[in-house]
């Protein structure tokens, strides 16, 4: 036998055997990008520091913190004007926001997936090898050079969000800079974020010591801030624990319910169809009923409160109301569930995602978990009835006749995907960070 065909035989011998079962392959190191600690660690003060918001006022972590398995507990929740944190969030009477949120608060978890093909509920950052930038964003291909990735390149959208985290346009240098449209260049939204974060001394020094091409505080870029947050996430929040991995490992096996969950899932429910892969998605995009709750993902003098999803990407008619499929670790801790977070209940949102065709017209508005918010008109979508229409006829034919029996299963099974490990994370919530701002506990 020649030296090749040896080699291909241990190659084979070893590599890890297909589930009969039709279960994935467990997740391994070869799965996720390599993490420079000293970069993530520097990315971890940038997480909780509310030096990056117009107003010094929010953070990364305000909407996205461990005590809510990193999102923030709500269905949409209230960005600048509002305080507080996760569902004890509410709108300062002397500072009302203008709007809640248009959208759920995403999970953090896996984003150091090294085959991650797409960020946001309609995937309008993904990866692009056409593109300059290897990506493609709803900016300019200039202003997306210098980003490690796409995970770096996301949170270019918070920071310049007057909703979010900039600030109305009238409260400080980031907001009106971006009124203005200076984004990028001395002076651009960007540049007035990375001068605050250079002006202190602690962040100048890990900058420099995490990047040796940096030679003085001046040149520190705000893609440089971003590529440090992209590499704290990475490092902090990989999920490959649980006890469905373990199963996957042959280290211990599922039982009772959450084993029939997973026979479902794997099975007759069709759940894998779209959940598929080692990290449970297809990467794709499906309408499936979603019902629509609060404003709507719309332009700011759009007078509508739907969200057309996907289709705003594309302008695909395909793929009006469609979402993208999202990872399911910790799936059972990071609800309310939806794009909009309309589903408070995982056995309810089980259900009618079951049945997409059934589900906005039987949808119970009780489970929107929302922050109070005068004036705001949080149900207009689910209101009309010829919304309602549009949202049924756009959704999947696909669906499935499940008993409660079978719900409660596959609940359980998605308990099972469940990590304590990750969702504490490996640093935590910092004591405090280098612009001495408080940090949300």
């Known amino acids: 036998m020649t030296t090749f065909r040896l080699l291909l035989l241990a190659l084979f011998l070893c590599a890890p055997a297909a589930h009969s079962d039709g279960l994935p392959r467990p997740l391994s190191d070869a799965d996720f990008i390599p993490v420079n600690e000293d970069e993530a660690r520097l990315g971890w003060l940038l997480f909780y520091d509310p030096i990056l918001s117009g107003n010094r006022n929010i953070s990364c972590a305000s909407c996205h913190h461990p005590r809510f398995a990193t999102a923030d507990g709500v269905s949409l929740t209230l960005g600048e004007g509002g305080i507080g944190l996760g569902p004890s969030r509410r709108a300062d009477p002397d500072n009302l926001p203008e709007r809640r949120l248009p959208r759920n608060s995403t999970a953090l978890f896996n984003l150091g997936a090294a085959d991650l093909p797409a960020l946001f509920h309609d995937g309008r950052i993904e990866l692009d090898p056409t593109r300059k ?18 995970v770096s390149a996301q949170t270019m959208f918070p920071v310049l969000s007057q909703d979010e985290m900039a600030g109305h346009y009238s ?23 990375a001068r605050r974060v250079a002006a202190i001394p602690e962040y100048s020094a890990r900058f420099r010591e995490v990047y040796p091409h940096l030679d ?106 469609a979402f993208r ?108 960070v280098p612009s001495g701002l408080p940090v949300e506990r």
């Open 216 to 321: 003085a505080p001046g040149d520190i870029h705000f893609t440089d801030i971003s590529n440090a947050i992209a590499a704290f996430m990475a490092f902090e929040w990989r999920s490959d624990d649980s006890a469905f991995d373990r199963h996957l490992r042959g280290e211990a096996t599922l039982e009772g319910a959450a084993a029939a969950g997973m026979e479902l899932f794997y099975g007759p429910s069709g759940c894998a169809d779209c959940h598929a892969g080692p990290f449970l998605t297809d990467h794709g995009f499906h309408a499936m009923g979603m019902p629509q709750i609060g404003p709507g993902k719309v332009g700011r003098f759009e007078r509508h409160a739907r969200d057309e999803g996907r289709f705003r990407v594309t302008a695909n008619p395909a793929d009006l109301f």
């Open 171 to 193: 409260e400080n240098d980031v907001a009106q800079a971006v009124r203005q449209g200076r984004i990028t260049g001395p002076g651009g939204a960007w540049d007035i974020i």
């Open 325 to 432: 499929t999202p990872a399911l670790r910790n799936v059972a801790r990071t609800g309310p569930w939806g794009h909009d977070g309309a589903y408070s209940d995982l056995e309810a949102f089980v259900a009618d995602h079951a049945d997409p065709k059934a589900a906005p017209e039987r949808y119970n508005r009780a489970q929107a978990v929302l922050p109070a918010l005068p004036g705001a008109s949080d149900f207009a979508v689910m209101d009309d009835p010829a919304e309602v229409a549009a949202l049924r006829k756009a959704a999947t034919d696909w669906g499935v006749a499940l008993s409660g029996t079978e719900i409660a299963a596959l609940v359980a099974f998605l308990e099972s995907l469940t990590d304590e490990a990750a969702i504490a994370g490996r640093l935590g919530v910092p004591d405090a």
């Open 133 to 150: 930038a290897g990506f493609r964003t709803p900016l300019e291909d200039d202003m997306a050079s210098g980003f490690s990735g796409i």
